[in-house]
């Protein structure tokens, strides 16, 4: 897993963006058939900078995980549902899929499920901006821009 960020810039984007994006690109440094994915909303304008960045932008891809929720039928259909678009070849791939804040871990997990509905990637790993605690699955994130610990009501 990659450092925090110092206090000092605990709410900079763009320092949390390139701290994130330094450690991806260790992480993937020698790594042939990478490709970035998504999670639509917040993820998805991260994934295309990160893509931009890295050279990734013919293998980049998103994903929404509206129908793949594990709260779909007690909270219904998210009004605003995206189109997943996945336009390489997953299998035998290392996915980088990036959201903007890891939480709970729900959306990550849905998120693997629609993955697999495309293929079987060699291996998956998880970039977020902001990790904020609070795991309900047992998810951990490779890349974190910041981590912050954030109390429930």
């Known amino acids: 897993m990659s450092n ?3 206090h000092a810039d605990a709410f900079d984007a763009e320092a949390l963006y390139r701290a994130l ?10 790594v042939s ?9 917040g993820g998805a304008w991260l994934a295309e900078r990160l893509a931009a960045d890295l050279g990734l932008e013919k293998r980049l891809g998103f994903i929404d995980v509206s129908f793949y929720r594990d709260d779909y039928a007690k909270k219904g259909l998210h009004p605003d549902v995206k189109p997943t678009r996945i336009d390489f070849n997953v299998d035998g791939a290392t996915i980088l899929l990036v959201d903007d804040v890891l939480y709970t871990g ?22 977020a901006l902001a990790d904020r605690g609070g795991r309900e699955l047992p998810v951990a994130a ?3 821009g910041r981590f912050c610990t954030i109390t429930r009501n």
């Open 33 to 41: 058939d990478a490709a970035i994915v998504g999670i639509h909303s």
């Open 106 to 127: 729900r959306t990550v997990r849905a998120a693997i499920n629609v993955l697999f509905d495309f293929g079987r990637p060699q291996r998956i790993m998880l970039g």
């Open 142 to 144: 490779d890349f974190v």
């Open 21 to 30: 994006l330094d450690a991806v690109r260790a992480g993937l440094a020698g």
């Open 4 to 6: 925090p960020t110092s």
